[in-house]
Protein backbone atom coordinates (compact mmCIF):
# COMPACT_ATOMS: atom_id res chain seq x y z
CA UNK A 1 0.00 0.00 0.00
CA UNK A 2 2.65 2.21 0.79
CA UNK A 3 3.67 2.19 -3.18
CA UNK A 4 0.76 3.87 -3.89
CA UNK A 5 0.94 6.94 -1.03
CA UNK A 6 -1.53 5.00 1.08
CA UNK A 7 -1.31 4.41 4.84
CA UNK A 8 -2.49 1.76 7.06
CA UNK A 9 -6.03 2.90 8.70
CA UNK A 10 -6.19 3.30 12.71
CA UNK A 11 -8.88 2.72 14.49
CA UNK A 12 -9.50 6.70 15.50
CA UNK A 13 -8.83 8.31 12.07
CA UNK A 14 -8.32 12.23 11.95
CA UNK A 15 -10.40 13.79 9.22
CA UNK A 16 -8.38 13.74 5.43
CA UNK A 17 -6.39 17.23 5.23
CA UNK A 18 -7.62 18.65 2.21
CA UNK A 19 -5.55 21.51 2.02
CA UNK A 20 -4.95 24.93 3.22
CA UNK A 21 -8.47 26.67 2.20
CA UNK A 22 -8.27 29.39 0.89
CA UNK A 23 -11.59 31.60 0.90
CA UNK A 24 -13.29 32.89 -1.51
CA UNK A 25 -11.42 32.16 -4.44
CA UNK A 26 -10.76 34.52 -7.25
CA UNK A 27 -9.89 31.98 -9.79
CA UNK A 28 -12.17 32.48 -12.95
CA UNK A 29 -13.44 29.83 -15.42
CA UNK A 30 -11.00 30.78 -18.03
CA UNK A 31 -12.36 27.70 -20.52
CA UNK A 32 -15.69 30.02 -21.28
CA UNK A 33 -13.22 31.44 -23.99
CA UNK A 34 -10.96 29.10 -24.44
CA UNK A 35 -10.50 25.93 -26.69
CA UNK A 36 -8.08 23.52 -26.72
CA UNK A 37 -7.28 23.09 -30.18
CA UNK A 38 -3.98 20.71 -29.89
CA UNK A 39 -2.21 18.31 -27.42
CA UNK A 40 -0.98 19.87 -24.18
CA UNK A 41 -3.11 22.96 -24.32
CA UNK A 42 -5.55 22.42 -21.65
CA UNK A 43 -6.09 20.04 -19.28
CA UNK A 44 -8.44 19.21 -16.79
CA UNK A 45 -7.85 17.48 -13.36
CA UNK A 46 -10.73 15.61 -10.91
CA UNK A 47 -10.88 13.07 -8.64
CA UNK A 48 -13.93 10.52 -7.56
CA UNK A 49 -14.76 8.06 -4.84
CA UNK A 50 -14.42 4.16 -5.11
CA UNK A 51 -15.63 1.83 -2.34
CA UNK A 52 -13.41 -0.92 -1.64
CA UNK A 53 -15.33 -3.23 0.65
CA UNK A 54 -15.09 -1.63 4.31
CA UNK A 55 -13.56 1.53 3.17
CA UNK A 56 -13.05 4.44 0.34
CA UNK A 57 -10.33 5.26 -2.00
CA UNK A 58 -9.66 8.24 -4.21
CA UNK A 59 -8.73 8.25 -7.92
CA UNK A 60 -7.32 11.30 -9.29
CA UNK A 61 -6.81 12.29 -13.36
CA UNK A 62 -5.58 14.81 -15.48
CA UNK A 63 -6.97 14.81 -19.04
CA UNK A 64 -5.79 16.27 -21.83
CA UNK A 65 -9.08 17.90 -22.99
CA UNK A 66 -8.02 18.23 -27.02
CA UNK A 67 -6.95 14.46 -27.22
CA UNK A 68 -9.51 12.88 -24.27
CA UNK A 69 -6.41 11.15 -23.28
CA UNK A 70 -5.70 10.38 -19.13
CA UNK A 71 -2.31 11.89 -19.14
CA UNK A 72 -1.88 10.94 -15.51
CA UNK A 73 -3.46 9.45 -12.26
CA UNK A 74 -2.95 8.44 -9.05
CA UNK A 75 -4.92 6.12 -5.74
CA UNK A 76 -4.73 6.82 -2.37
CA UNK A 77 -6.82 6.82 0.62
CA UNK A 78 -7.13 10.32 1.51
CA UNK A 79 -7.93 13.07 -0.79
CA UNK A 80 -5.77 16.19 -0.05
CA UNK A 81 -3.46 18.22 -2.21
CA UNK A 82 -0.75 15.49 -1.98
CA UNK A 83 -3.15 13.34 -4.16
CA UNK A 84 -3.92 15.98 -6.87
CA UNK A 85 -0.32 16.82 -7.39
CA UNK A 86 0.76 13.33 -7.78
CA UNK A 87 -1.56 13.10 -10.79
CA UNK A 88 -0.30 16.45 -12.07
CA UNK A 89 3.12 14.75 -11.72
CA UNK A 90 2.52 11.77 -13.61
CA UNK A 91 0.99 13.73 -16.29
CA UNK A 92 4.29 15.82 -16.45
CA UNK A 93 6.44 12.82 -16.62
CA UNK A 94 5.14 11.76 -20.05
CA UNK A 95 3.91 15.02 -21.89
CA UNK A 96 4.97 18.43 -22.09
CA UNK A 97 3.15 20.69 -19.46
CA UNK A 98 0.03 22.61 -20.70
CA UNK A 99 -0.44 26.14 -21.16
CA UNK A 100 -3.54 26.11 -18.76
CA UNK A 101 -5.01 23.38 -15.92
CA UNK A 102 -8.96 23.49 -15.19
CA UNK A 103 -10.87 21.96 -12.58
CA UNK A 104 -13.66 22.51 -9.99
CA UNK A 105 -13.34 24.70 -6.87
CA UNK A 106 -12.63 22.21 -4.47
CA UNK A 107 -10.36 22.73 -1.63
CA UNK A 108 -8.17 20.17 -2.91
CA UNK A 109 -7.61 22.06 -5.95
CA UNK A 110 -8.38 25.36 -4.42
CA UNK A 111 -5.55 24.79 -1.76
CA UNK A 112 -2.18 27.22 -1.40
CA UNK A 113 -0.02 23.85 -2.31
CA UNK A 114 -1.91 22.91 -5.76
CA UNK A 115 -1.97 26.57 -6.87
CA UNK A 116 2.03 27.02 -5.90
CA UNK A 117 2.40 23.97 -7.56
CA UNK A 118 1.05 25.23 -10.78
CA UNK A 119 2.23 28.74 -11.10
CA UNK A 120 5.51 27.15 -10.45
CA UNK A 121 5.25 25.26 -13.71
CA UNK A 122 4.06 28.61 -15.39
CA UNK A 123 0.48 26.69 -15.68
CA UNK A 124 -2.40 29.40 -15.93
CA UNK A 125 -5.15 27.95 -13.16
CA UNK A 126 -8.55 27.96 -14.34
CA UNK A 127 -11.56 26.55 -12.38
CA UNK A 128 -15.76 26.05 -12.67
CA UNK A 129 -17.94 28.29 -11.01
CA UNK A 130 -19.49 27.43 -7.31
CA UNK A 131 -21.42 24.41 -7.84
CA UNK A 132 -21.57 23.68 -11.11
CA UNK A 133 -19.85 20.42 -12.41
CA UNK A 134 -20.78 20.46 -15.81
CA UNK A 135 -18.26 23.08 -16.38
CA UNK A 136 -16.00 20.52 -15.64
CA UNK A 137 -17.40 18.07 -18.10
CA UNK A 138 -14.84 15.85 -19.78
CA UNK A 139 -13.81 14.78 -16.59
CA UNK A 140 -17.22 14.21 -15.62
CA UNK A 141 -18.04 12.35 -18.67
CA UNK A 142 -14.51 10.26 -18.26
CA UNK A 143 -15.58 9.11 -14.45
CA UNK A 144 -19.36 8.31 -15.51
CA UNK A 145 -17.56 5.75 -18.27
CA UNK A 146 -15.21 4.46 -15.69
CA UNK A 147 -17.68 3.68 -12.68
CA UNK A 148 -20.51 1.87 -16.26
CA UNK A 149 -17.60 -0.39 -17.63
CA UNK A 150 -15.20 -0.98 -14.58
CA UNK A 151 -16.13 -3.30 -12.11
CA UNK A 152 -16.18 -2.31 -8.48
CA UNK A 153 -13.52 -3.19 -5.84
CA UNK A 154 -15.38 -6.31 -4.33
CA UNK A 155 -14.12 -8.84 -6.72
CA UNK A 156 -10.23 -7.65 -5.55
CA UNK A 157 -8.87 -8.80 -2.91
CA UNK A 158 -6.02 -6.23 -2.09
CA UNK A 159 -5.41 -2.78 -2.84
CA UNK A 160 -2.48 -3.59 -5.63
CA UNK A 161 -4.82 -5.63 -7.18
CA UNK A 162 -7.65 -2.83 -6.93
CA UNK A 163 -5.27 -0.57 -8.39
CA UNK A 164 -3.79 -2.75 -11.14
CA UNK A 165 -6.81 -3.10 -12.77
CA UNK A 166 -7.89 0.70 -12.67
CA UNK A 167 -4.29 0.82 -14.57
CA UNK A 168 -5.19 -1.43 -17.08
CA UNK A 169 -8.82 0.13 -17.26
CA UNK A 170 -7.08 3.42 -17.83
CA UNK A 171 -4.53 1.93 -20.39
CA UNK A 172 -7.32 0.26 -22.45
CA UNK A 173 -9.56 3.52 -22.02
CA UNK A 174 -6.45 5.40 -23.89
CA UNK A 175 -5.17 2.83 -25.99
CA UNK A 176 -8.22 0.44 -27.43
CA UNK A 177 -11.51 1.92 -26.47
CA UNK A 178 -13.02 3.73 -29.33
CA UNK A 179 -14.21 7.26 -28.17
CA UNK A 180 -17.20 8.59 -29.86
CA UNK A 181 -16.46 11.92 -30.71
CA UNK A 182 -12.85 10.98 -31.76
CA UNK A 183 -13.73 8.04 -33.56
CA UNK A 184 -10.97 6.13 -32.49
CA UNK A 185 -8.85 5.60 -29.27
CA UNK A 186 -7.53 8.58 -27.75
CA UNK A 187 -3.96 7.68 -27.78
CA UNK A 188 -4.13 7.00 -31.66
CA UNK A 189 -5.90 10.57 -32.26
CA UNK A 190 -2.83 11.82 -30.00
CA UNK A 191 -0.54 9.95 -32.40
CA UNK A 192 -2.13 11.43 -35.33
CA UNK A 193 -1.79 14.48 -34.42
CA UNK A 194 2.31 14.43 -33.80
CA UNK A 195 2.43 13.40 -37.24
CA UNK A 196 0.28 15.96 -39.61
CA UNK A 197 -1.67 19.06 -39.12
CA UNK A 198 -4.93 18.95 -37.30
CA UNK A 199 -8.18 17.72 -38.21
CA UNK A 200 -10.82 19.87 -39.83
CA UNK A 201 -13.98 19.62 -37.73
CA UNK A 202 -11.87 20.86 -34.81
CA UNK A 203 -14.03 24.03 -33.17
CA UNK A 204 -13.31 27.34 -34.75
CA UNK A 205 -13.40 30.85 -33.18
CA UNK A 206 -11.63 29.75 -29.95
CA UNK A 207 -8.88 31.45 -28.69
CA UNK A 208 -5.47 29.39 -29.53
CA UNK A 209 -4.03 27.97 -27.02
Not at 109 to 126: C, F, G, K, M, Q
Request: glycine letters at 6%; aromatic letters at 12%; a positive charge.
Amino acid sequence: MRNYGMVTPKRKRKPAQRGEPLGKSDIQNLLKDRCAIRPNAIWAGDFTYLSFHHSTLYLATVIDLYTREVVGWTIRNRHDTALVIAALEEACADRNLPQLFHSDRGSEYDSAAVRDWLTTHHIEISQSAKGSPWQNGHQESFFRTFKKEFSTGQFYFTVDEFTEAIANYIRYYNTARIHSRLKMPPRSFYEQCQRGPRRSNDLRGAREL
